[in-house]
């Protein structure tokens, strides 16, 4: 199956500071998504950006297919951003996801 | 309200026995899925179905089963065979393959 690599694993943030997480998949995909995982466990869907740009409040996200890279942008970080940020791909009629980036803003 | 729902949050179940987890959507999706977590990890697919009545097997389906029947229901039942079950698991949907996946809050199971 594809492969999806993560970085970095963990960030620790001022709350206020900017922040770039990257993802970077091994084969070209038809489906790609940014989640944030909540301390209880909840994934809730940020972007779905297969390729272009595309911004939402504070955070905006960039996927170049042809690189096989997608980043998300967190700006002026607030401590409700704390969790788990994941990519996923889908390739071949499946989804694979990468392990994520495990962020904590510090008020 | 439109959604998914799971149940139940926690559950614990001794070895050897099976268990169903339960996952309905009422957001007329076509396709649901099941994925298992373990602590420090990504999602890794178990099963899904893009039709009522047809499923296919994920990455990791050996020790799994599951049922289709209807549109808003995709239950998953956790076999004996399964050597190492205890984990979080998580159900979504969407439309179909090149759209947003939605999750549902997730059951925890504990084998004991």
């Known amino acids: 199956g594809i492969q999806v690599e993560q970085s970095p694993p963990d960030l620790i943030l001022q709350e206020g500071a900017n922040s770039t997480l990257r993802c970077n998949f091994s084969?070209?995909?038809?489906?790609l998504q940014w989640f944030h995982q909540n301390p209880w466990g909840q994934l809730i869907n940020l972007f779905y950006?297969?390729?272009g740009t595309k911004q939402n409040g504070r955070l905006s996200a960039t996927t170049v297919a042809t690189e096989r890279y997608s980043l998300l942008y967190i700006s002026s970080s607030q401590t409700t951003d704390s969790g788990v940020y994941f990519c996923?791909?889908?390739?071949?009629?499946?989804?694979?996801f990468g392990t994520g980036t495990s962020l904590t803003v510090i008020p | 309200d439109g959604g998914i729902t799971q149940s139940p949050k926690y559950l614990f179940r001794k070895e050897g026995q099976n268990v169903t987890l339960s996952c309905e959507q009422n957001?007329?999706?076509?396709?649901m899925y099941w994925y298992r977590q373990d602590p420090g990890q990504g999602l890794r697919l178990i099963y899904y179905?893009?039709?009522?009545?047809?499923?296919q097997k994920g990455d990791i389906a050996e020790g799994y089963s599951v049922s289709r029947e209807k549109k808003e229901s995709f239950p998953l039942t956790v076999t004996s065979a399964q050597k190492n079950p205890t984990a979080f698991y998580l159900c979504a949907s969407n439309r179909g393959l090149e759209d947003t996946q939605y999750f549902g809050p997730g059951t925890r199971l504990t084998v004991l």
């Open positions: 950006i297969p390729s």
């Open positions: 996923a791909v889908e390739n071949n009629n499946q989804f694979y």
């Open positions: 957001l007329n999706h076509d396709a």
């Open positions: 179905s893009q039709i009522v009545n047809d499923f």
């Open positions: 084969d070209s995909v038809n489906n």
